[in-house]
């Protein structure tokens, strides 16, 4: 096994909001399968507020790890303070991530973001 | 918590009787075997005695094996030697697809300094194509090299055939049979090799240590340059506990082999059919019989292997994955991509390897755990539906 911080393994082994949002206004889809990594995150927005917010990953310890931890500090957050989340504060907010692993938090990143951008396009068009 | 341990094909515990037999040569009997007083005469007589024991369990004769830092440096001297030594008469090699990084990152190397190498293509079992072989030997081959078994998989090779193939066109026939020495038997001479590599820790023997057989005849320009030891051909002072460890390893092997398949094979079975009955969307990778009979790979569909790992370290269960998530590369395993698992199939993979400390208690228990490990990760999987 890699050396995880103990905050990844506990984030891991006990993730939060995981599972599909019913009737989200926004989904971001990013990774490649064939890379291991996949992430769905989903988001109800209230008043550009993101009120709730759930994912679903297929990959590794650290994809899990990130994807559960974004999902937390992007919970009641504003959309323009959500989209100031970088991969940085995600994998500092787990006590780091080992170097093979940096591009998980990427992925956090970039879900959130795409989450936003697909519920700012449905907006649009509404 | 205990361990339940099933990584065997990683490395295995040493016998207790391995570690007795190399005590006194870590303490009293520290002597150098190149020297000329009588301590160093009783190391190098017991040297011998491991040689004569390691080489009565692959049927080869004592002056034809060489000790070596491990199966890694086994495989490396044979194909470098055998390259080097061999460099006027061709620079044309052939391995398979599926080979241990030993003897791939080697023929890589061996590319780079101008050799040509030609990578066997595998079926969906792992399985080389004897008349592959044969369309690809030519004028400048100098070796065949393919393993005896797979590592990840457990496929056995038809080596004999491929063996006859080569020397049908007078090419040496080298075979990595790490996975294979002291799991099955193993005889040079019924299967017509030319050189063989082993690994001690591999059957229950010390890390560190490995051999290299080299039928009588053959030459190779050695990799380590230096002393006199191993008849000039792997110089250094000997690794003397190592290697009287592996001679008493090779001992247990012979005389415990049969019991160890007809106590561990019903073991693979239970777990395999166990899996395959609990949990829905799982493939077995290898061939259905063909097989070390320890050794079970499953690809457990819609979910990555790192994660399966850590849920079942939590739980004590040690076991492997060929996700590209627990080595420090993007790709995953070579040899399940080779027999044509889709890369995000392949993620998904386990292997679990036993070996002769393994209990039915061991199998319940992973039976028991698994089927909610995945349960739990496909349900954070976005490509699994069915709940």
């Known amino acids: ?126 | 918590m205990r361990e339940i341990y099933l990584d065997y094909n990683a490395t295995t515990p040493v016998d207790p009787g391995v570690v007795e037999s190399m005590m006194p040569y870590l303490s009293e009997y520290f002597h150098n075997p190149s020297s000329l007083y009588t301590g160093s005469l009783r190391v190098r007589t017991n040297i011998e005695s491991a040689r004569e024991k390691v080489a009565a369990l692959i049927n080869s004769r004592p002056e034809e094996i060489i000790f070596t830092g491990g199966g890694s440096e086994a495989d490396n001297m044979a194909i470098k030697g055998i390259a080097f030594s061999k460099a006027d008469k061709g620079k044309h090699i052939i391995t398979s697809s599926i080979e241990h990084h030993a003897v791939l990152h080697t023929c890589k190397f061996l590319e780079k300094m101008g050799y040509e190498v030609t990578y066997l293509p595998v079926d969906k079992y792992g399985f080389v194509d004897p008349d592959e072989l044969k369309k690809s030997i030519r004028k400048d081959t100098i070796l065949v090299s393919v393993m005896f078994a797979n590592n990840e998989i457990g496929t056995i090779e038809p080596i004999k055939e491929l063996a006859q193939i080569a020397h049908e066109h007078e090419v040496l026939f080298h075979t990595d049979a790490v996975q294979a020495v002291g799991k099955i038997p193993v005889d040079v001479e019924e299967l017509e090799i030319d050189l063989l590599s082993m690994s001690a820790h591999k059957f229950y023997g010390p890390k560190g240590v490995g051999a290299l057989y080299m039928r009588k005849g053959v030459k190779l320009t050695p990799l380590i340059h230096g002393g006199s030891q191993e008849k000039n051909r792997r110089a250094g002072t000997e690794n003397v506990a190592g290697i009287i460890g592996m001679g008493k390893a090779a001992e247990i092997a012979i005389e415990e082999m049969q019991e160890e398949e007809r106590k561990i094979k019903p073991l693979r079975d239970k777990l395999e059919e166990g899996i395959l009955s609990r949990i829905p969307e799982v493939i077995v990778n290898g061939h259905p019989k063909k097989r070390l009979y320890n050794t079970l790979n499953v690809s457990i569909k819609f979910i990555e292997g790192e994660s399966m790992l850590a849920l079942l370290d939590a739980k004590g269960i040690s076991a492997s994955s060929g996700s590209a998530c627990t080595s420090s590369s993007l790709e995953p395993s070579h040899v399940l991509l080779a027999i044509g698992i889709p890369h995000e199939i392949a993620h998904g993979s386990l292997r679990f390897s036993l070996g002769k400390y393994n209990t039915k208690e061991d199998i319940d228990t992973v039976l028991e755990v698994l089927p909610d490990i995945v349960e739990r990760l496909r349900r954070l999987s976005p490509y699994w539906s069915h709940g």
């Open chain 1, 1 to 126: 096994m890699l050396e995880y911080s103990e905050k990844v393994l506990k984030e891991f082994m006990n993730p939060k909001n995981m599972g599909k949002l019913e009737q989200a206004d926004g989904i971001g889809k990013v990774g490649n399968p064939v890379c291991g990594d996949v992430m769905w995150i989903y988001i109800k927005v209230e008043d550009d507020v993101i009120v709730d917010v759930k994912f679903q990953t297929f990959g590794c310890v650290a994809a899990i790890a990130t994807s559960s931890k974004v999902t937390e500090l992007v919970k009641g957050k504003r959309i323009e303070e959500a989209l100031k989340i970088t991969n940085k504060v995600v994998a500092e907010a787990l006590d780091g991530l080992p170097p093979v692993k940096l591009h998980c938090s990427l992925l956090a990143e970039q879900g959130i973001k795409a989450a936003i951008e697909d519920y700012l396009e449905r907006k649009k068009i509404g």
